[in-house]
């Protein structure tokens, strides 16, 4: 009985307990009823995904109201797989916020962040499961909103301004896509999602419907951070709280990839969205130039935090360069990667979070010699970088194999080269990183500083771990990652 | 059925090994018995593979399926037998020369280092055992990794430098070109199973070949064909353990097996040598044979020499590698056997003298010869066979080569060997004649003397200077040190006198 409840669940759980966190208060308490929702509503995801993978689509209608009418969730592989990456992240983030978040003196104050936390949690999973396209503009404020909140709790006080900024940018992307959404909803007379791919061949494609394409791509490539829309992303992945910045980068982007996807292969169809439109080439070419010029920039920063973040806005291009190849061998690399950055830039900072704990900083100076000290912690940092560089046997690899088998298949061999030669950036930036870490004499005032608390190292090792793993048993993330890219595709 | 177990313990047991070295850490001697016995019955589990493979057999092992279509899978033929022989037998003889000179040279982090040794030895293995080129790739880069740590074990900077041009050229070829040839071959031809014969006749053009070759050659960035070899002078900073095991044969080696393996039973043969397509590799590696042996005699660090010979050494196999005939490929086969004897020796040799005596210039060895008697006797044991001369090892290799130029009627690379063997005698053999025929202990007694404070700053080193009037009493290294040294020398000469039995074993791989 419950499960067929499975879907609603997902969003419900953490949505309830984000106000029972104030009501109780108590930062054990607000602790405990965040873990408990995350882990039930990632207990939730992952019956819904087996339920997906035996018998496909699932549909749920919110509060009986059939669809079109009534707000309908609709779960196909690809939400599947963006239920998992949010909800598994977040379920191994949350009980890493309870110690980190003692270095951001917030501790009094800490189930407020718990309660925004479950808040973007919910708004996440809620963009992802919802099959309404003004739903899902809401899930998406309400996940934008609260991660607003969560940056700006940084205890560095630049975290106000990164936030701000993050706000502003953020708002005006959700802006775009209500218009988007609004305009569709003045062409087609429906909201549903399917409901508006089924009528808008019949309506054909005016210059309403363009505009809305035109407004969706560039919403979406806002909340996406595609390159040059990236402006926002290297403070607010700074500033924020370590535990936030692990849980926004391996989630808030793909989510907003997930819109785009969505929007472009379902709602808009791929023969309007690639046919009609050229919209391919531009992305292509701004995928590549986000492949190389945040990496050149990530060689550069100081801090490791913001090396990160470039590298971030690098590995979207790989996600974007993948869907830009609009067939099936390049939307499964765009997506499997989806899954594979999640992991290895979750760990990443995760990773990160723990030096910052114990010394106060992630300079690259500041790191020096710190593998001495934190052997265990280093170790789960070369881990991650090996994933993110593409070494075999990792996550990492997989994806950048699918993707370069993807642009042979088209015969842009040339595509290949870029994409290999951009991982050869990646060594250089996190190689910096690693030399510095296990080469250079620690400070003497890093004497004292010991191994991170078990509460921070088992988490990073747990998604180091899962890095591994799905680099060596790719069944999971491919077969979703598959199937969804058939769905994408077919969908036109 | 039992073949199956064996591939998977060679493979596996390194691994545990490593993890019991990592809980033995604490106490040196457990933790070498312990290595020792892991190489001890590494070695054991990778012969008894050898009857079958002599029977004409293939073992198999499917590992795991990680792509669709694409398995972690290990099938032994030949010349991955012989690979896997010399990798794992060589192993026992140089943990044991390992435990005399790391003690002798008081090196710090010396589990690490057994550790990230046997995961090295591990992925050789693999490389040897691979099934498809899709495993090969996987193990080729955790060798790279597992031994940038003993790279750079000093942890100086003068490491990290060398570190980041090992990892640096390592990586770049490897994932900027090896891969992107791995990725291509697997779209063209639908698989990257060894196969007899290639894979990729009827699949690909005339020009793709070409580039695909070009991929490859240079993606195995291990093979150090030029101008991609600096990174082996570079690794050269790492103890001499590892530049001896790993850099004259576990990781050279694992490059130009697999330059062999990608061109017999990637491209085929045949199908390189009726598209002409290898014809740029030929003189790229005889330019290599040259050039890194006329920069290997400007070279007066010994260790830096010895690295450059390698580098010559290995386009020998590159070159029988593209001439491509089947003379040329077993002879490139059997290299790989009789360089690895040799090269170790010298390795072996040159850290047993810095051992002894702190030296490492080899301009600083005068007469030392007279103090290390047995090391420098095993020492023109090993030039000897690396120059190619008989009763060694070497000569046979390089006749086959020879012949392999002959008959792809390229003479001209006949040339290039005979020069390169001349040239290999100009930067060998004067190392072994300062030994000896440099002034005696007295009379270096006496310049010391006449030196005065001059030398007071290698004091320290026993042998020289101060200590110099102590006579001539023999100092030599370890015995820790002489016995592997020796043995390995004594492996030169076996090696002539049943090459035959190699050839068999290796006939079949161009039949």
């Given at each position: 009985?419950?499960?067929?409840?499975l879907?609603v669940?997902?969003?419900?759980?953490p949505?309830?307990c984000?106000?029972?966190?104030?009501?109780?208060?108590?930062?054990?308490?607000?602790?405990?009823?965040?873990?408990?929702?995350?882990?039930?509503?990632?207990?939730?995801?992952?019956?819904?995904?087996?339920?997906?993978?035996?018998?496909?689509?699932?549909?749920?209608?919110?509060?009986g109201?059939?669809?079109p009418?009534?707000?309908?969730l609709?779960i196909?592989?690809?939400?599947?797989?963006?239920?998992?990456?949010?909800s598994?992240i977040?379920?191994?983030?949350?009980?890493?916020?309870?110690?980190?978040?003692?270095?951001?003196?917030v501790e009094?104050?800490?189930?407020?962040?718990?309660?925004a936390?479950?808040l973007?949690?919910?708004?996440?999973?809620?963009?992802?499961?919802t099959?309404?396209?003004?739903?899902?503009?809401?899930f998406?404020?309400?996940?934008?909103?609260?991660?607003?909140v969560?940056?700006?709790?940084?205890?560095?006080?630049?975290?106000?301004?990164?936030?701000?900024?993050?706000?502003?940018?953020?708002t005006?992307?959700?802006t775009?896509?209500?218009?988007?959404?609004?305009?569709?909803?003045?062409?087609?007379?429906?909201?549903?999602?399917?409901?508006i791919?089924?009528?808008?061949?019949?309506?054909?494609?005016?210059?309403?419907?363009?505009c809305?394409f035109a407004?969706?791509v560039i919403g979406a490539?806002?909340?996406?951070?595609?390159?040059?829309?990236?402006?926002?992303?290297?403070?607010?992945?700074?500033?924020?709280p370590?535990?936030?910045?692990?849980?926004?980068?391996?989630t808030?982007?793909k989510?907003?990839?997930?819109?785009?996807?969505?929007?472009?292969f379902?709602?808009?169809?791929?023969?309007?969205?690639f046919?009609?439109?050229?919209?391919?080439?531009?992305?292509?070419?701004?995928?590549?130039?986000?492949?190389?010029?945040?990496?050149?920039?990530?060689?550069?920063?100081?801090?490791?935090?913001?090396?990160?973040?470039?590298?971030?806005?690098?590995?979207?291009?790989?996600?974007?360069?993948g869907?830009?190849?609009?067939?099936?061998?390049?939307?499964?690399?765009?997506i499997?990667?989806?899954?594979?950055?999640?992991?290895?830039k979750?760990?990443?900072?995760l990773?990160l979070?723990?030096?910052?704990?114990?010394?106060?900083?992630?300079?690259?100076?500041?790191?020096?010699?710190?593998?001495?000290?934190?052997?265990?912690?280093?170790a789960?940092?070369?881990?991650g970088?090996?994933?993110?560089i593409?070494?075999?046997?990792?996550?990492?690899?997989i994806s950048?194999?699918?993707?370069?088998?993807?642009?042979?298949?088209?015969?842009?061999?040339?595509?290949?080269?870029l994409?290999v030669?951009s991982?050869?950036?990646?060594?250089?930036y996190?190689?910096?990183?690693?030399?510095?870490?296990?080469?250079?004499?620690?400070?003497?005032?890093?004497?004292?500083i010991s191994?991170?608390?078990?509460s921070?190292?088992?988490p990073?090792?747990?998604?180091?771990v899962?890095?591994?793993?799905?680099?060596?048993?790719?069944?999971?993330?491919?077969?979703l990652?598959?199937?969804?890219?058939?769905?994408?595709?077919?969908?036109? | 059925?039992?073949?199956?177990?064996?591939?998977a313990?060679?493979?596996?047991?390194?691994?545990?090994?490593?993890?019991?070295?990592?809980?033995?850490?604490?106490r040196?001697?457990?933790r070498?018995?312990v290595?020792?016995?892991?190489?001890?019955?590494?070695?054991?589990?990778?012969i008894?593979?050898?009857?079958?493979?002599?029977?004409g057999?293939?073992?198999?092992?499917?590992v795991?399926?990680?792509?669709?279509?694409?398995?972690?899978?290990?099938?032994i033929e030949p010349?991955?037998?012989?690979?896997?022989l010399?990798?794992?037998f060589?192993?026992?003889?140089?943990?044991?020369?390992a435990?005399?000179?790391?003690?002798g040279?008081?090196?710090?982090n010396?589990?690490?280092?057994?550790?990230?040794?046997?995961?090295?030895?591990?992925?050789?293995?693999?490389?040897?055992?691979?099934?498809?080129?899709?495993?090969?790739?996987?193990?080729?880069?955790v060798?790279?990794?597992?031994?940038?740590?003993?790279v750079?074990?000093?942890?100086?900077?003068?490491a990290?430098?060398?570190?980041?041009?090992?990892?640096g050229?390592?990586?770049?070829?490897?994932?900027?070109?090896?891969?992107?040839?791995?990725?291509?071959?697997?779209h063209a031809?639908?698989?990257?199973?060894?196969?007899?014969?290639?894979?990729l006749?009827?699949?690909?053009d005339?020009g793709?070949?070409?580039?695909?070759?070009?991929?490859?050659?240079y993606g195995?960035?291990?093979?150090?064909l030029?101008?991609i070899?600096r990174?082996?002078?570079?690794a050269?900073?790492a103890?001499?353990?590892v530049s001896?095991?790993?850099?004259?044969?576990?990781?050279?080696?694992?490059g130009?097996?697999?330059?062999?393996?990608?061109?017999?039973?990637i491209?085929?043969?045949?199908?390189?040598?009726?598209t002409?397509?290898?014809v740029?590799?030929?003189?790229?590696?005889?330019?290599?044979?040259?050039?890194?042996s006329?920069?290997?005699?400007t070279?007066?660090?010994?260790?830096?020499?010895?690295?450059?010979s390698?580098?010559s050494?290995?386009?020998?196999?590159?070159?029988?590698?593209a001439?491509?005939?089947?003379?040329?490929?077993?002879?490139?086969?059997m290299?790989?056997a009789?360089?690895?004897f040799?090269?170790?020796?010298?390795?072996?040799?040159?850290g047993?003298?810095?051992?002894?005596?702190?030296?490492?210039?080899?301009?600083q060895?005068?007469?030392?010869?007279?103090?290390m008697?047995?090391?420098?006797?095993?020492?023109?044991?090993g030039?000897?066979?690396?120059?190619g001369?008989?009763?060694?090892?070497?000569?046979?290799?390089?006749?086959?080569i020879?012949?392999?130029?002959?008959?792809?009627?390229?003479?001209?690379?006949v040339a290039?060997?005979?020069?390169?063997?001349?040239?290999?005698?100009?930067?060998?053999?004067?190392?072994?004649?300062?030994?000896?025929?440099?002034?005696?202990?007295?009379?270096?007694?006496?310049?010391?003397?006449?030196?005065?404070?001059?030398?007071?700053?290698?004091?320290?080193?026993?042998?020289?200077?101060?200590?110099?009037?102590?006579?001539?009493r023999?100092?030599?290294?370890?015995?820790?040190?002489?016995?592997?040294?020796?043995?390995?020398?004594?492996?030169?000469?076996?090696?002539?006198?049943?090459?035959?039995?190699?050839?068999?074993?290796?006939?079949?791989?161009?039949?």
């Amino acid at each position: 009985m419950l499960s067929s409840h499975l879907p609603v669940l997902v969003i419900v759980i953490p949505l309830i307990c984000a106000p029972l966190c104030i009501l109780f208060r108590g930062k054990d308490q607000a602790f405990g009823i965040a873990l408990v929702a995350i882990w039930s509503s990632f207990a939730c995801a992952c019956l819904v995904t087996a339920r997906v993978m035996t018998e496909g689509t699932i549909s749920y209608e919110l509060g009986g109201w059939p669809p079109p009418i009534g707000i309908e969730l609709r779960i196909d592989a690809l939400n599947a797989l963006i239920l998992l990456i949010v909800s598994g992240i977040a379920s191994v983030v949350a009980p890493y916020s309870r110690n980190s978040l003692l270095l951001e003196y917030v501790e009094d104050r800490s189930y407020m962040f718990y309660s925004a936390f479950l808040l973007c949690v919910c708004g996440l999973m809620g963009v992802a499961v919802t099959g309404d396209a003004f739903n899902l503009f809401v899930f998406l404020e309400i996940s934008s909103l609260s991660s607003y909140v969560l940056i700006a709790l940084g205890f560095d006080r630049r975290a106000l301004t990164a936030s701000y900024q993050y706000l502003i940018m953020g708002t005006i992307g959700a802006t775009f896509i209500v218009i988007s959404i609004g305009l569709l909803y003045q062409a087609t007379g429906t909201l549903n999602m399917a409901d508006i791919a089924k009528r808008l061949p019949e309506h054909g494609y005016d210059r309403t419907v363009i505009c809305a394409f035109a407004f969706m791509v560039i919403g979406a490539g806002l909340k996406i951070a595609l390159f040059p829309l990236h402006q926002w992303l290297p403070n607010a992945y700074t500033y924020a709280p370590s535990t936030v910045t692990a849980f926004l980068a391996a989630t808030a982007t793909k989510v907003s990839v997930y819109i785009l996807l969505r929007f472009l292969f379902t709602v808009f169809g791929v023969k309007f969205s690639f046919e009609v439109l050229p919209t391919a080439m531009p992305l292509m070419i701004l995928a590549v130039m986000a492949m190389f010029i945040p990496s050149i920039v990530a060689c550069f920063q100081k801090n490791v935090k913001r090396v990160l973040a470039y590298s971030s806005v690098a590995q979207i291009g790989y996600m974007i360069l993948g869907i830009s190849f609009v067939n099936l061998t390049g939307l499964t690399a765009g997506i499997l990667h989806l899954f594979n950055h999640a992991l290895m830039k979750g760990a990443l900072f995760l990773v990160l979070g723990a030096i910052v704990y114990r010394i106060g900083s992630c300079n690259i100076d500041r790191m020096a010699g710190i593998a001495r000290r934190m052997p265990w912690t280093m170790a789960a940092f070369v881990g991650g970088s090996l994933s993110l560089i593409g070494i075999p046997m990792t996550a990492g690899f997989i994806s950048k194999w699918y993707l370069i088998v993807a642009a042979l298949e088209k015969g842009w061999w040339y595509i290949a080269v870029l994409i290999v030669a951009s991982s050869l950036i990646a060594v250089i930036y996190v190689w910096r990183v690693i030399e510095s870490a296990y080469f250079r004499e620690p400070p003497n005032d890093l004497s004292e500083i010991s191994e991170a608390p078990l509460s921070l190292l088992i988490p990073a090792w747990i998604l180091v771990v899962a890095n591994v793993y799905f680099g060596i048993d790719t069944s999971l993330p491919v077969g979703l990652s598959e199937l969804a890219a058939r769905a994408l595709m077919g969908a036109g | 059925m039992d073949l199956k177990v064996y591939i998977a313990l060679s493979i596996l047991l390194p691994l545990v090994g490593t993890i019991m070295i990592w809980m033995s850490g604490a106490r040196p001697n457990q933790r070498e018995v312990v290595t020792i016995i892991t190489a001890g019955l590494t070695f054991l589990c990778v012969i008894q593979l050898l009857p079958a493979v002599l029977a004409g057999q293939q073992p198999e092992l499917v590992v795991a399926e990680l792509m669709p279509g694409l398995n972690l899978a290990f099938k032994i033929e030949p010349l991955g037998m012989l690979f896997a022989l010399i990798a794992s037998f060589l192993w026992i003889v140089t943990s044991f020369y390992a435990i005399g000179y790391m003690r002798g040279h008081h090196e710090p982090n010396q589990t690490r280092f057994y550790m990230c040794f046997a995961i090295a030895i591990s992925s050789a293995l693999a490389i040897a055992f691979s099934g498809n080129m899709f495993t090969l790739f996987i193990a080729y880069e955790v060798l790279t990794l597992s031994t940038y740590p003993l790279v750079t074990h000093s942890q100086t900077d003068e490491a990290r430098r060398a570190g980041r041009v090992y990892l640096g050229i390592l990586m770049s070829t490897s994932i900027g070109l090896l891969m992107i040839g791995v990725i291509w071959t697997w779209h063209a031809a639908g698989t990257l199973d060894f196969t007899e014969g290639g894979i990729l006749r009827g699949k690909v053009d005339d020009g793709l070949v070409i580039v695909l070759l070009f991929l490859y050659m240079y993606g195995i960035g291990k093979a150090a064909l030029m101008p991609i070899h600096r990174w082996l002078p570079a690794a050269m900073v790492a103890p001499t353990p590892v530049s001896a095991l790993l850099h004259a044969v576990a990781v050279v080696k694992a490059g130009v097996f697999t330059v062999l393996k990608v061109i017999i039973y990637i491209f085929g043969a045949d199908f390189l040598t009726e598209t002409g397509a290898s014809v740029w590799l030929m003189y790229v590696a005889g330019a290599t044979v040259l050039l890194a042996s006329l920069v290997a005699l400007t070279k007066d660090n010994l260790k830096a020499r010895l690295a450059y010979s390698t580098i010559s050494q290995l386009a020998y196999i590159v070159l029988a590698g593209a001439l491509a005939t089947s003379h040329s490929l077993v002879g490139g086969a059997m290299h790989i056997a009789m360089h690895a004897f040799g090269k170790i020796t010298l390795f072996f040799c040159a850290g047993a003298i810095m051992v002894a005596s702190h030296k490492t210039e080899i301009s600083q060895m005068r007469g030392l010869g007279w103090k290390m008697p047995y090391t420098f006797a095993a020492f023109l044991i090993g030039s000897l066979s690396v120059i190619g001369l008989p009763p060694l090892g070497g000569s046979w290799s390089k006749w086959y080569i020879a012949l392999g130029a002959v008959d792809a009627e390229q003479i001209i690379f006949v040339a290039v060997l005979m020069i390169s063997s001349l040239l290999n005698i100009a930067y060998l053999i004067p190392v072994f004649a300062r030994g000896f025929f440099g002034p005696r202990e007295e009379e270096e007694a006496q310049m010391a003397d006449d030196r005065g404070h001059g030398d007071a700053d290698h004091g320290d080193a026993p042998g020289s200077g101060a200590h110099a009037a102590t006579g001539k009493r023999i100092q030599e290294a370890p015995l820790f040190c002489l016995v592997p040294l020796w043995l390995t020398a004594i492996g030169c000469i076996a090696l002539f006198v049943y090459a035959d039995r190699l050839h068999a074993m290796l006939a079949p791989i161009v039949k």
